[in-house]
């Protein structure tokens, strides 16, 4: 119910800056609408330019604005987020990821 609610917005605008791995944001992710704000490792990873790291209130305020009134301003900011989660949350970015470890205790331990 929670997604199926999230996921009829147009996007999220978060003001949690609990510093937690981003569930909020990644929800919203899995939801194909933009995260406005937070500033967990989801949201700094897959929406840069959305955080509230890198931006302060009244700017994340026009960003919501924007978001509102262009259509086209959302679905970019979620095909960005999408490719940018692609390369670092996807099962094939992990299994890379895991390899390159493995391949690296391999040469240590050898």
Avoid: W
């Avoid at 194909?32 to 949201?43: D, K, L, Q, S, Y």
């Avoid at 026009?62 to 979620?78: G, K, S």
């Avoid at 692609?86 to 040469?107: D, N, V």
């Amino acid at each position: 119910l929670y997604m199926k609610e999230m996921a009829s917005h147009k996007f999220v605008f978060q003001l949690d800056n609990s510093m937690v791995p981003g569930q909020v944001a990644g929800d919203a992710l899995l939801c194909r609408i933009p995260c406005v704000g937070g500033n967990g490792t989801i949201e700094s990873l897959v929406f840069p330019e959305l955080v509230s790291k890198t931006a302060n209130y009244e700017s994340l305020i026009r960003m919501a604005v924007n978001l509102c009134n262009r259509i086209d301003l959302q679905m970019d900011y979620v095909r960005d987020a999408l490719e940018r989660a692609s390369a670092f949350f996807s099962f094939k970015a992990g299994s890379q990821k895991i390899g390159h470890f493995l391949k690296t205790l391999r040469e240590k331990h050898a």
